[in-house]
């Protein structure tokens, strides 16, 4: 079953799914303190999380890998099957380098380890809210290093083979703009935004629009970090 607080709306609200009584407490408070976020309830398992999102309407879910008879990966799959637009952040004792990528292919926003937790995981959801992903400084660079390129090429980064108009568009994706938004801040038909998107797929050796736009998330976070 699931549990609502019957607070009063402040600016975000966050649903906890956490099978660990302790744990949860624990993290429902450290959210709590802060002015403006609020849990509006907390959910053990997949199905008990289903009918919290439903009927709570969350701003943000906070999920666990490891559920009550259920498991973390397929309440993954399953919200951001039916809510794209949901953020999702992983919590899990579950190694990073192992786990992390997989999450954000099934469509979570961030990934922290539950050891981090009390000193990441607002900063985390700040982050996530304001339609960034959020991962360790360190796992950031390693999910960005696989998509470079063969390190005997010319360039430091795959990026710089992109022209000046391409990496308008580049970094305009990786913050969280659509092709409409990014056509009229550029004074261009959303049909040349498309053919933009497909040769900075070709340069970058991407395959889909979702790598497209995962990969310039993390890099525009990434130069973030670096200023």
């Not at 079953?1 to 744990?23: A, C, N, Q, R, W």
């Not at 999102?53 to 009550?68: A, C, G, H």
């Not at 309440?75 to 794209?84: E, S």
């Not at 961030?110 to 339609?131: D, Q």
């Amino acid at each position: 079953m699931y549990h609502s607080t019957g607070k009063i709306k402040k600016t975000s609200k966050i649903l906890i799914v956490e099978d660990h009584p302790i744990f949860r407490m624990g993290l429902a408070d450290l959210i709590n303190d802060e002015e403006d976020l609020e849990v509006c309830g907390t959910a053990e398992d997949v199905d008990s999380a289903v009918r919290a999102v439903e009927t709570l309407l969350p701003d943000m879910v906070v999920i666990d890998l490891s559920l009550k008879k259920s498991n973390g990966f397929d309440l993954l799959r399953l919200l951001a099957r039916q809510n794209r637009a949901l953020p999702l952040l992983v919590l899990s004792m579950h190694d990073e380098e192992v786990h992390a990528e997989r999450c954000l292919h099934e469509g979570a926003r961030g990934y922290i380890n539950k050891k981090e937790a009390s000193g990441s995981v607002i900063k985390a959801i700040r982050h996530i809210l304001k339609g960034n992903i959020f991962l360790s400084r360190s796992m950031t660079e390693s999910v960005l290093n696989k998509f470079r390129l063969e390190p005997d090429l010319p360039y430091a980064s795959p990026v710089q083979k992109l022209s000046h108009r391409e990496l308008q568009v580049f970094y305009s994706i990786g913050k969280g703009k659509s092709s409409r938004a990014i056509a009229r801040e550029l004074n261009v038909s959303t049909k040349t935004i498309g053919t933009h998107k497909e040769r900075i797929k070709e340069k970058l050796l991407l395959g889909s629009a979702a790598e497209l736009v995962r990969f310039a998330i993390l890099w525009v976070e990434k130069e973030g970090q670096m200023e």
